[in-house]
C-alpha cells in the first residue's frame, strides 16, 4: 500500500483483500490491536458534520489503543486561514494520522503531498473509499464468493459510485448502474474501472432501464439523490423520478437480493421505510462494517508509515 489512502483506483487487489481480512479479525476480536495506535494521535479534520464516519474513526481509534484530535469546520477553517500546505506540514509534527472529510477532493490530494504522515481519504466530492470498502466488505460477509456477483447501484454518479466502480471491478463484482442521463458517473472514472474489469473479468454498464438493471441484481444499492452540500440542487430530484428502491422493484429483481445504503437515507424518497426495514435490508450491517474497515486501513498505513521511517 501507498503512504495514503485517497481512493481505491491505488490500492492493489492484494490490498483491498488485505484489507478485508484484517478488518475480519478485528470484528471478531475489537481489541486484536490494541497496541497499534499506543501514544498516537489521529487527526480528524472535517469540513463536513458526520454521523458514522467521526464515530466509526474516533471509536476505532480508542479501540486501536490511540487517541483523535476532532477539527470541525470552525475550528481551523481548512483552507481558509492559511495555505492547506502549511496546515499539512503543521499538522504533520503534531499527529500521527489524518483522516481528511472535505468538500474538494484536490484539497485531500494538495495535503497528502504536504504530508509527512499517513492520510485518509474520509469523504471527498469525487471519492469515499472507506465507504465502498466498507460496502463491498458487507457484501462477501454475505454471500462469501463476490467474484461474479452483480451489484446494481440506483442513483446518482457520485463519489459513492465512483469508489464502488473501483472497488467491484477490481475484486471481481459486476456492477450495473441505473442513473438519469445527466446525472452518471464521471467519465474518465467510469471508463477507467471498465479497463480494470476487462482484467479480472467482470462487467460495468450503465443503463437507464431500471427493471433490467434489477432483473439478475445480487445486490441492489442507492444513496441519496442530493449529496450534503449540494442543497442548492434540489432541482435535480425531479430527474430521478421512477429511481426509488421499494416493495414493487424488489418484486422484479432475485428473491434473496439483498439491499444497502449508506446513509443518512432520505426515506420515502430514494428508499422506502418498508424496503430499509425489510428482510432483504443489510443496512446496518454495511453501517457497522465502517467501523472495522477503517481500523483494518489504520492498522495497514501506520505499520507501513513506520517501516518506511
Not at 481505491?8 to 487487489?13: E, H, S, T
Amino acid at each position: 500500500m501507498k503512504k495514503d489512502l485517497l481512493t481505491v483506483k491505488d490500492l492493489a487487489i492484494e490490498d483491498i483483500f488485505s484489507i478485508f481480512s484484517e478488518a475480519e479479525g478485528l470484528k471478531r476480536e475489537p481489541f486484536l490491536r490494541s497496541d497499534t495506535l499506543k501514544d498516537k494521535v489521529v487527526g480528524l479534520i472535517f469540513q463536513k458534520p458526520s454521523n458514522r464516519t467521526r464515530v466509526s474513526f474516533e471509536v476505532g481509534v480508542i479501540q486501536l489503543g490511540g487517541h483523535s484530535l476532532y477539527l470541525g469546520p470552525d475550528d481551523i477553517k481548512f483552507g481558509q486561514r492559511e495555505a492547506i500546505k502549511d496546515i499539512a506540514r503543521v499538522l504533520s509534527r503534531y499527529v500521527q494520522v489524518v483522516a481528511l472529510r472535505t468538500f474538494s477532493h484536490k484539497d485531500i490530494e494538495e495535503f497528502a503531498m504536504y504530508s509527512h504522515i499517513p492520510v485518509i481519504n474520509a469523504l471527498s466530492d469525487l471519492y469515499h473509499p472507506c465507504q465502498a470498502l466498507a460496502d463491498i466488505f458487507t457484501i462477501k460477509e454475505k454471500v462469501k464468493d463476490i467474484e461474479g456477483k452483480t451489484l446494481c447501484f440506483i442513483g446518482d454518479g457520485n463519489n459513492v459510485l465512483h469508489s464502488l466502480l473501483y472497488c467491484a471491478s477490481k475484486v471481481g463484482m459486476n456492477l450495473k448502474v441505473v442513473a438519469p442521463k445527466k446525472y452518471g458517473p464521471n467519465e474518465s472514472i467510469l471508463r477507467a474501472s471498465k479497463k480494470i474489469a476487462k482484467d479480472t473479468g467482470c462487467k460495468i454498464e450503465v443503463t437507464r432501464d431500471i427493471a433490467e438493471g434489477v432483473r439478475t441484481a445480487d445486490v441492489i444499492y442507492t444513496d441519496v439523490w442530493v449529496s450534503m452540500g449540494q442543497e442548492a440542487q434540489r432541482e435535480k430530484v425531479k430527474h430521478f423520478k421512477g429511481l426509488q428502491v421499494n416493495d414493487k422493484l424488489l418484486k422484479k429483481a432475485k428473491k434473496d437480493c439483498l439491499v444497502m445504503h449508506c446513509l443518512p437515507a432520505h426515506r420515502g424518497q430514494e428508499i422506502t421505510d418498508s424496503v430499509i426495514e425489510g428482510k432483504n435490508s443489510i443496512v446496518f450491517d454495511q453501517a457497522e462494517n465502517r467501523l472495522h474497515i477503517e481500523k483494518a486501513i489504520m492498522v495497514k498505513l501506520i505499520r507501513r508509515y513506520l517501516n518506511d521511517k
